[in-house]
């Protein structure tokens, strides 16, 4: 949700009171575990702990490189670890905390969507947020910058093939399910018939 706070403090003040202390808490908890460096900042709405442009400045948008945020939606709270995003490994990680605390992940690229702190795996995430040291996250976004349009290009093809080989795969278990069906119902169609005549 869009927000006219300038600052943090501004931000929360600003939240609905169930909002709030649900913000406030995972604030605290980000703080917490959220490795050196990062700076806390009010940033697209939302607050979040990102790499100053005084260490960094290259980046694509020219704003802060986010590392972590948290922002106030509609219907859920959104906590987003782009230190997760663009990382298989640690993806499968938090995944794998979540489903042995017996949580459900409710992820987009990512965003986790919760309400309350009790829907998430809060050891998980702990480990999520601390996994990737400031210079570190530096080094990654440099990577992908300076990565060669051919790559890039490639890369956007290889995510293609894959989407449409998923669609073929979907069309043709569809199609399979209904000559299934179609053969179900010529079989009882022709017992029947076959009863029929018998009579």
């Given at each position: 949700m869009k927000s006219s706070a300038k600052t943090v403090?501004?931000?929360?003040?600003s939240l609905p009171a169930d909002r709030q202390q649900v913000i406030k808490t995972l604030r605290a908890f980000v703080q917490k575990h959220v490795p050196k460096g990062y700076e806390e900042m009010l940033q697209y709405g939302a607050i979040s702990w990102a790499v100053p442009l005084a260490v960094?400045?290259?980046?694509?948008?020219?704003?802060?490189?986010?590392?972590?945020?948290?922002?106030?939606?509609?219907?859920?709270?959104?906590?987003?670890?782009?230190?997760?995003y663009g990382s298989?490994?640690?993806?499968?990680?938090?995944?794998?905390?979540?489903?042995a605390a017996g949580k459900k992940l409710d992820m987009g690229k990512s965003c986790v969507r919760f309400k309350k702190l009790d829907d998430l795996a809060l050891d998980a995430v702990a480990k999520a947020i601390a996994a990737v040291p400031m210079p570190d996250y530096i080094a990654q976004a440099k990577?992908?910058?300076?990565?060669?349009?051919e790559q890039k290009a490639a890369d956007r093809k290889a995510a293609i093939a894959r989407a449409e080989k998923?669609?073929?795969?979907?069309?043709?278990?569809?199609?399979?399910?209904?000559a299934t069906k179609k053969s179900a119902?010529?079989?009882?169609?022709?017992?029947?018939?076959?009863?029929k005549k018998a009579k």
């Open positions: 403090t501004e931000y929360l003040a960094y400045p290259d980046t694509y948008n020219k704003e802060a490189l986010s590392y972590v945020a948290i922002a106030n939606q509609k219907n859920h709270i959104g906590l987003y670890l782009m230190c997760v298989g490994k640690l993806q499968q990680d938090l995944a794998a905390g979540f489903k990577a992908v910058r300076a990565r060669p349009a998923k669609r073929a795969t979907t069309k043709k278990a569809a199609a399979k399910r209904t119902t010529k079989k009882t169609a022709t017992k029947k018939s076959t009863q």
